[in-house]
């Protein structure tokens, strides 16, 4: 499968500051990215889907100036919270869906490791 | 809206019996259904999925999981249970009727193997 990493691993930072996670695929150009949020001892909740060159589409509930959200290249995507609260404090983890080709349903998804945010 | 029910928070079996995680789906159009494993602070690596064709679907590390339609269920199982097995599990569904849909997850199960 493919191999996508994270960085960083883990951030500490002071409220009000911002933090940007870098999500990169290592062997899979990928078209399209997905950023997740997980709280302890709950599942993935999506919180926006990238395209490479193209805006993100965030669901519902999220707000897109705090969770800035850049897909600029096959390799890379990078997610930035601004102005970060305790609340915003969670495990941040990305995911990729190889293929030049296109998207489909049948794919699975491949996962970063995570990057445990903690706003202090 | 689709969703994913995963009915036990834990399971507790002991190394070498086989052991089960349940997972019962909700979707309106054709299920496509993936098991996920995740280890402490770690990404999910995938398991398995089922898209169509054979109900039984095997996986990496001797998982397996069937595919039950009348009972909306997609339980995953293992014939031995291993200790290093130990770790969180991720049911989740996709609907695959016409374009890409999201990912949606169940809440997960908390598999502990014991010597």
């Known amino acids: 499968g493919a191999v996508v990493s994270q960085h960083p691993s883990w951030v500490i930072c002071k409220s009000g500051t911002s933090v940007k996670i870098e999500c990169r695929s290592l062997?899979?150009?990928?078209?399209?990215m997905f950023w997740y949020r997980q709280f302890p001892k709950q599942s993935l909740m999506l919180m926006a889907t990238?395209?490479?060159?193209?805006?993100?589409?965030?669901e519902q509930g999220v707000e897109k100036d705090k969770f800035l959200i850049n897909h600029a290249s096959l390799t890379l995507s990078t997610l930035t919270v601004t102005s970060a609260h305790p609340e915003d404090s969670s495990f941040y983890i990305c995911?990729?869906?190889?293929?030049?080709?296109?998207?489909?349903?049948?794919?699975?998804?491949?996962f970063g490791p995570g990057t445990r945010l903690t706003v202090l | 809206a689709q969703s994913v029910a995963q009915p036990e928070d834990q399971v507790n079996v002991a190394e070498g019996n086989p052991l089960t995680v349940k997972c019962t789906y909700s979707?309106?159009?054709?299920?496509?259904l993936f098991w996920y494993v995740q280890y402490p602070n770690r990404g999910l690596q995938f398991l398995l999925k089922?898209?169509?064709?054979?109900?039984l679907v095997k996986g990496s590390y001797g998982f397996e999981a069937e595919f039950n339609k009348s009972q909306t269920s997609f339980h995953l199982k293992k014939p031995s249970a291993l200790v290093s097995d130990s770790a969180l599990y991720f049911c989740?569904?996709?609907?695959?009727?016409?374009?890409?849909?999201?990912?949606?997850f169940g809440t997960g199960t908390r598999l502990q193997v014991t010597l």
């Open positions: 089922y898209i169509t064709g054979d109900n």
């Open positions: 995911s990729l869906a190889p293929g030049l080709e296109g998207y489909f349903s049948y794919n699975e998804q491949f």
């Open positions: 989740a569904v996709r609907d695959g009727t016409g374009t890409a849909s999201k990912l949606t």
């Open positions: 979707v309106s159009g054709n299920p496509y």
């Open positions: 062997d899979f150009q990928a078209t399209t």
């Open positions: 990238s395209n490479e060159g193209s805006k993100a589409t965030y």
